[in-house]
Antibody
Framework: QVQLVQSGAEVKKPGASVKVSCKASGYSFTTYIMHWVRQAPGQRLEWVGWINAGSGNTKYSQKFQDRVTITRDTSASTAYMELSSLRSEDTAVYYC???????????WGQGTLVTVSS | EIVLTQSPGTLSLSPGERATLSCRAS???????LAWYQQKPGQAPRLLIYAASSRATGIPDRFSGSGSGTDFTLTISRLEPEDFAVYYC?????????FGGGTKVEMK
């Protein structure tokens, strides 16, 4: 069965960076695009960007363009989302989600809470 | 960017009742690339509907989606206890992908 398992919660200071992982299993990792979405407390879901796990091509939301890097390790079937220059407004749960061309975000990771606090 | 506005913000209903949720887009959604998700506290969103009206795998037929252009609707024909949650619409036809602010369906 398809599973996306994310790394554990992180606490970071303002200005630091965080790298969240998303390990995929149960399907051919390189056949799909992986998206990252975040949800700040009490806020709507917000799209961060995606990576084509096969080609490595990426696309980012303009809002995060200068601070986010999404990568993947095909040998480990794992996608990564790194966000730099963290500020308090980046406190949120970060999700990875598999994109299926026929049905959109069909599987999601369990979420990773990133807390930015001095 | 396409802004999605969901209404109402909260819907108070009883089990067995019909729920009608609205999602309005600031501009036309390409090829009806509109999805609906259900989210319960502490959980990731769960895909219910994609392409405006297609049910995702394993989703009960009491959930249905309709609409095109700028106006979309999610209908739950008869609420079950497990359906009380927050529902989000999302457009994925244009970049950036955007989500609505959510409708909370709460038990009356």
């Amino acid at each position: 069965q398809v599973q996306l398992v994310q790394s554990g919660a992180e606490v970071k200071k303002p200005g630091a960076s965080v790298k969240v992982s998303c390990k995929a299993s149960g399907y051919s990792f390189t056949t799909y695009i992986m998206h990252w979405v975040r949800q700040a407390p009490g806020q709507r879901l917000e799209w961060v960007g995606w990576i084509n796990a096969g080609s490595g091509n990426t696309k980012y939301s303009q809002k995060f363009q200068d601070r986010v890097t999404i990568t993947r390790d095909t040998s480990a079937s794992t996608a990564y989302m790194e966000l730099s220059s963290l500020r308090s407004e980046d406190t949120a749960v970060y999700y990875c989600a598999r994109y299926h061309s026929n049905s959109n975000f069909d599987y999601w990771g369990q979420g990773t809470l990133v807390t930015v606090s001095s | 960017e396409i802004v999605l506005t969901q209404s109402p913000g909260t819907l108070s209903l009883s089990p067995g009742e019909r729920a009608t949720l609205s999602c309005r887009a600031s501009q036309s959604v390409s090829s009806s690339y509109l999805a609906w998700y259900q989210q319960k506290p502490g959980q990731a969103p769960r895909l219910l509907i994609y392409a405006a009206s297609s049910r995702a795998t394993g989703i009960p037929d009491r959930f249905s989606g309709s609409g095109s252009g700028t106006d979309f609707t999610l209908t739950i024909s008869r609420l079950e206890p497990e359906d009380f949650a927050v529902y989000y619409c999302q457009q994925y036809g244009d970049s950036p992908l955007t989500f609505g602010g959510g409708t909370k369906v709460e038990m009356k």
